[in-house]
């Protein structure tokens, strides 16, 4: 084997940008070219958008405005801006954002003060433009390098407004397929009853949560009882059964980020379910016949969530953060109080529930013994076959 040379200048350090633009898909997952509702396109417009949400979140501005034209997305808030000094830094320096500061954002998404440095970096147009105390600070960059800033005097509403345009050389041939913005921008409003988003001058607004995204993704005429509906603090859950589809159904959040491939939040809601059905029923129902045919979806709210990527697609966290307690026992024992409490005061519902799953019991039952009846059989002709072939 040939003797390599490994010397000091083998040894390289990357700045941010650099090591963002090199290895993207540790910060946005695939790279796609749009055709893919979790491509890398509709992950930058994500980690922009999350920034407003958390200002909504924390009572600053009811209004996001985005735009989005031959590739080039705007995205306008009505919070409280960005700190006029910061606006640079937190753009282009990693580990710099006002979510390391609780009592700025409580409880955002991006904890990490990666999400527009990644943007940035992954843009070859890219600009941010602060309004608050009377004044207007931009900055402009090209690839993560600082181009341009101004400062001046300002009448314009306070807020945060973000221009960019995925770089070419990165993202190839891709395009923005307003579907997949759709379906995202629907979910922020689920999430956040009250908020309007305006996308390319179509309004998106809920209020009534989680609710209106099970009516809006099902044929309500296939919901078994009218939607159960519960809110905490930190906890919002709605679920229905399905008339005719076998099987579960599950929307998840975690502080306005859908989880998509579900987490801790998610097995806990589960269990929950299964846990307070026999309770209630006082019967060891199978959890399989009480989760049968479900439609369901839960959020939650927690202090710096741990996510198992930075795409955040499922949670890691077992800690709700503060003084609560696990995410586990915080769900189990907030859908073991409100859902009990539900079946009582609506005992058409727990009626229905009931037979919901006595029938799932007998169906699976039923099957098993289609299945024993067949194995049986399959056993009897191998040994009838065997002898045959022993003659």
Same mark, same amino acid.
């Given at each position: 084997?040939?003797?390599?040379?490994?010397?000091?200048?083998?040894?390289?350090?990357?700045?941010?940008?650099?090591?963002?633009?090199?290895?993207?898909?540790?910060?946005?997952?695939?790279?796609?070219?749009?055709?893919?509702?979790?491509?890398?396109?509709?992950?930058?417009?994500?980690?922009?958008?999350?920034?407003?949400?958390?200002?909504?979140?924390?009572?600053?501005?009811?209004?996001?405005?985005?735009?989005?034209?031959?590739?080039?997305?705007?995205?306008?808030?009505?919070?409280?801006?960005?700190?006029?000094? $910061?606006?640079?830094?937190?753009?282009?320096? !990693?580990?710099?954002?006002?979510?390391?500061?609780?009592?700025?954002?409580?409880?955002?998404?991006?904890?990490?003060?990666?999400?527009?440095?990644?943007?940035?970096?992954?843009?070859?147009?890219? $600009?941010?433009?602060?309004?608050?105390?009377? /004044?207007?600070?931009?900055?402009?960059?090209?690839?993560?390098?600082?181009?341009?800033?101004?400062?001046?005097?300002?009448?314009?509403?306070?807020?945060?407004?973000?221009?960019?345009?995925?770089?070419?050389?990165?993202? *190839?041939?891709?395009?923005?397929?307003?579907?997949?913005?759709?379906? !995202?921008?629907?979910?922020?409003?689920?999430?956040?009853?009250?908020?309007?988003?305006?996308?390319?001058?179509?309004?998106?607004?809920?209020?009534?949560?989680?609710?209106?995204?099970?009516?809006?993704?099902?044929?309500?005429?296939?919901?078994?009882?009218?939607?159960?509906?519960?809110?905490?603090?930190?906890?919002?859950?709605?679920?229905?059964?399905?008339?005719?589809?076998?099987?579960?159904?599950?929307?998840?959040?975690?502080?306005?980020?859908?989880?998509? /491939?579900?987490?801790?939040?998610?097995?806990?809601?589960?269990?929950?379910?299964?846990?307070?059905?026999?309770?209630?029923?006082?019967?060891?129902?199978?959890?399989?016949?009480?989760?049968?045919?479900?439609?369901?979806?839960?959020?939650?709210?927690?202090?710096?969530?741990?996510?198992?990527?930075?795409?955040?697609?499922?949670?890691?966290?077992?800690?709700?953060?503060?003084?609560?307690?696990?995410?586990?026992?915080?769900?189990?024992?907030?859908?073991?109080?409100?859902?009990?409490?539900?079946?009582?005061?609506?005992?058409?519902?727990?009626?229905?529930?009931?037979? $919901?799953?006595?029938?799932?019991?007998?169906?699976?039952?039923?099957?098993?013994?289609?299945? *024993?009846?067949?194995?049986?059989?399959?056993?009897?002709?191998?040994?009838?076959?065997?002898?045959?072939?022993?003659?």
């Amino acid at each position: 084997m040939a003797n390599t040379k490994y010397t000091e200048d083998n040894i390289r350090s990357l700045d941010w940008k650099e090591h963002i633009r090199m290895r993207p898909g540790m910060y946005i997952g695939k790279l796609g070219d749009g055709s893919s509702a979790d491509d890398g396109i509709y992950i930058l417009l994500k980690e922009v958008i999350d920034n407003c949400i958390d200002e909504f979140v924390m009572g600053a501005g009811k209004t996001i405005e985005i735009n989005i034209k031959d590739n080039e997305v705007r995205v306008r808030d009505y919070g409280r801006g960005i700190p006029l000094g $910061k606006v640079v830094d937190v753009v282009s320096k !990693m580990n710099t954002g006002g979510k390391y500061d609780s009592r700025a954002c409580k409880k955002s998404v991006g904890l990490n003060g990666v999400g527009t440095k990644a943007v940035n970096a992954l843009s070859h147009f890219f $600009k941010v433009e602060s309004v608050r105390d009377g /004044q207007h600070k931009s900055a402009e960059f090209n690839a993560g390098n600082l181009v341009d800033e101004e400062l001046e005097d300002s009448t314009k509403r306070r807020g945060t407004k973000v221009t960019f345009v995925p770089d070419e050389s990165i993202f *190839k041939k891709f395009k923005y397929r307003n579907e997949y913005v759709e379906r !995202m921008l629907k979910n922020y409003v689920y999430l956040n009853p009250g908020l309007t988003i305006v996308f390319n001058g179509e309004k998106f607004h809920s209020e009534n949560g989680l609710k209106d995204l099970l009516e809006d993704n099902n044929n309500q005429e296939d919901f078994l009882y009218p939607i159960i509906h519960l809110k905490g603090d930190d906890i919002e859950v709605a679920l229905t059964h399905s008339k005719t589809q076998y099987s579960e159904e599950y929307h998840s959040f975690v502080n306005g980020q859908n989880t998509t /491939q579900g987490g801790t939040h998610q097995a806990a809601f589960r269990e929950a379910l299964v846990k307070t059905i026999r309770s209630f029923y006082d019967k060891n129902y199978d959890a399989s016949d009480i989760r049968k045919s479900i439609i369901s979806a839960i959020a939650i709210k927690v202090m710096e969530p741990v996510f198992e990527s930075q795409t955040k697609t499922k949670l890691g966290s077992t800690d709700m953060g503060g003084d609560l307690p696990t995410v586990r026992t915080y769900i189990n024992d907030f859908i073991g109080k409100y859902l009990d409490n539900y079946l009582h005061k609506n005992p058409e519902v727990a009626e229905a529930i009931q037979k $919901k799953i006595v029938q799932a019991e007998k169906e699976r039952k039923e099957l098993s013994g289609i299945r *024993k009846l067949a194995r049986d059989r399959a056993k009897k002709a191998s040994l009838h076959n065997k002898k045959l072939r022993n003659c």
